[in-house]
T-cell receptor, first 112, second 112 residues
Framework: AQSVAQPEDQVNVAEGNPLTVKCTYS??????LFWYVQYPNRGLQFLLK??????LVKGSYGFEAEFNKSQTSFHLKKPSALVSDSALYFC??????????FGAGTTVTVRA | SQTIHQWPATLVQPVGSPLSLECTVE??????LYWYRQAAGRGLQLLFY??????ISSEVPQNLSASRPQDRQFILSSKKLLLSDSGFYLC???????????FGPGTRLTVL
């Protein structure tokens, strides 16, 4: 079985400060890891993925994530947050019979 | 490039009425197709997925059904809606292998 945990329901940061959204995973075998962002009343948008290779993955909108196998983590980061980064963020892990397992989501609020 | 469409965008239906939500994908062949429900703007619940025409896997026993009459068309249906069917329904497509998924804009269903 595979699973993902996002330990924080909400993250609040000031604009210009670093942003980190945490994700830990559990999977047998090599994980495929993904981050998605969702704005209100919209579908999920793909941000980035880790399949293999460099542990630091760069994605859309200035986001990056670091894969840490020993800590089974895949935290999403942005060096300088913007108000427009306020949204709901989902971590996901695969593969499992064509399916992804999604975390419960973390709401990010960036205050001006 | 690939695009995914869902309609309608919003729907208000009385309890006991039928439901048909449609999802189509352009720009790819033989995609894996998924229906999710998102309640209260939080976690995603996988309802159905399909790896080919006429092949439907159900994840959660419930009042809904799914069909895939064409390669890039996925339909979510119900014969009689319940209040608990209200939610935000998301269609997604993916490719075999890494299970990366791309989401449509969603349908907001309110059952009264």
């Amino acid at each position: 079985a595979q699973s993902v945990a996002q330990p924080e329901d909400q993250v609040n940061v000031a604009e210009g400060n670093p942003l980190t959204v945490k994700c830990t995973y559990s999977v047998s075998g090599n994980p495929y890891l993904f981050w998605y962002v969702q704005y209100p009343n919209r579908g999920l948008q793909f941000l980035l993925k880790y399949i293999t290779g460099d542990n630091l993955v760069k994605g859309s909108y200035g986001f990056e994530a670091e894969f840490n196998k020993s800590q089974t983590s895949f935290h999403l980061k942005k060096p300088s947050a913007l108000v427009s980064d306020s949204a709901l963020y989902f971590c996901a892990v695969g593969p499992n019979d064509y399916k992804l397992s999604f975390g419960a989501g973390t709401t990010v609020t960036v205050r001006a | 490039s690939q695009t995914i469409h869902q309609w309608p965008a919003t729907l208000v239906q009385p309890v006991g009425s039928p439901l048909s939500l449609e999802c189509t994908v352009e720009g790819t062949s033989n995609p894996n197709l998924y229906w999710y429900r998102q309640a209260a703007g939080r976690g995603l619940q996988l309802l159905f997925y399909s790896v080919g025409i006429g092949q439907i896997s159900s994840e959660v026993p419930q009042n809904l059904s799914a069909s895939r009459p064409q390669d890039r068309q996925f339909i979510l249906s119900s014969k009689k809606l319940l209040l608990s069917d209200s939610g935000f329904y998301l269609c997604a497509w993916g490719t075999s292998g890494y299970n990366e998924q791309f989401f449509g804009p969603g349908t907001r269903l309110t059952v009264l």
